[in-house]
Nanobody, 117 residues
Framework: QVQLVESGGGLAQPGNSLRLSCATT????????MGWYRQAPEKQRELVAT???????NYADAVKGRFTISRADIGGTLYLQMNNLKPEDTAVYYC???????????WGQGTQVTVSS
C-alpha cells in the first residue's frame, strides 16, 4: 500500500528557507514520477517540481532557481528545498507519485507553508 506523508512546513519570513520532506511507503521510485504540487487559497492546485527516476527535474517558472527537488533512495524520502521564499509561495504543499506507465496516482495529505513577515 502506497502512503505519502509530508512534513517540514511552517511559518517563514520572506527570504528565508524551508525544506519539505515526503516519507514514502510502498513506492518504488523507478515506477513513478515524483513531484511536489501546491494549492494556495482560492486557487487551483499547481505543479511545483517533478523528478524522474533517471534524475530529470522539471520546475514551475515561479520557483526556478529557488527550489530544488531531490530524493534519498535509501529510506524512500522525497525533498523540496525552498530558498528565498516569497509571500506568494504561501500554500499547502502536496507530495505526489504519478505512475510512469499505468496505475493509480497518489497524494499526501499536504503540509502548510506560510511566508509572511
Amino acid at each position: 500500500q502506497v502512503q505519502l506523508v509530508e512534513s517540514g512546513g511552517g511559518l517563514a519570513q520572506p527570504g528565508n528557507s524551508l525544506r519539505l520532506s515526503c516519507a514514502t511507503t510502498g513506492v518504488t521510485f523507478s515506477w513513478y514520477v515524483m513531484g511536489w504540487y501546491r494549492q494556495a487559497p482560492e486557487k487551483q492546485r499547481e505543479l511545483v517540481a517533478t523528478l524522474t527516476f533517471n534524475g530529470t527535474r522539471n520546475y514551475a517558472d515561479a520557483v526556478k532557481g529557488r527550489f530544488t527537488i531531490s530524493r534519498a533512495d535509501i529510506g524512500g524520502t522525497l525533498y523540496l528545498q525552498m530558498n528565498n521564499l516569497k509571500p506568494e509561495d504561501t500554500a499547502v504543499y502536496y507530495c505526489n507519485a504519478r505512475p510512469v506507465t499505468w496505475g493509480a496516482t497518489y497524494w499526501g495529505q499536504g503540509t502548510q507553508v506560510t511566508v509572511s513577515s
